[in-house]
């Protein structure tokens, strides 16, 4: 993927390396780790980049929320992680999570871009 991209939100950090489809990358948290925020199953706060182990290789797109974050992969699929209040991680209830989950009401779908808000999301599918 040419020219890479960060997003960060309100209440901790998120990124993810420049990713050439030959090559699987590693996506990388810190900050505020309440609710699960950083996806590495805790909910401590780091202030170093740690991966999150729990993504596929191939993700191609991330976006954090306040306190939530998620991510597509280049075939689609698009995995939430945090804060699950007001439903904003999609998975159909309130839970928070501490590491990335497949939101499987998206299958069928290919996310081919996603933003966070603070409290909620949207995708721009094919």
């Known amino acids: 993927v040419a020219g890479a991209v960060a997003a960060a939100g309100a209440a901790g ?3 993810w390396s420049e990713q050439k489809k ?19 199953g805790g909910t401590r ?3 170093r980049p740690l991966a999150i182990t729990a993504l596929p290789p191939d993700v191609a797109i991330i ?4 306190s939530w974050s998620a991510a597509s992969t280049h075939s689609g699929h698009l995995y939430t992680w945090g804060k699950g209040q007001h439903g904003r991680l999609g998975h159909g209830d309130v ?3 501490t590491v990335p ?8 779908k290919r996310v081919v871009s996603l ?5 909620h999301g949207a995708a721009v599918v094919e």
């Open 13 to 15: 950090g998120t990124v």
């Open 63 to 66: 976006s954090s929320g306040e």
């Open 45 to 47: 706060n780091d202030p």
């Open 22 to 40: 030959s090559k699987p990358c590693a996506v990388l948290a810190w900050g505020a780790g309440l609710s699960g925020a950083l996806g590495n």
């Open 101 to 108: 989950r497949e939101v499987t009401s998206m299958n069928g």
């Open 115 to 119: 933003s966070t808000g603070t409290c």
């Open 95 to 97: 839970s928070d999570l």
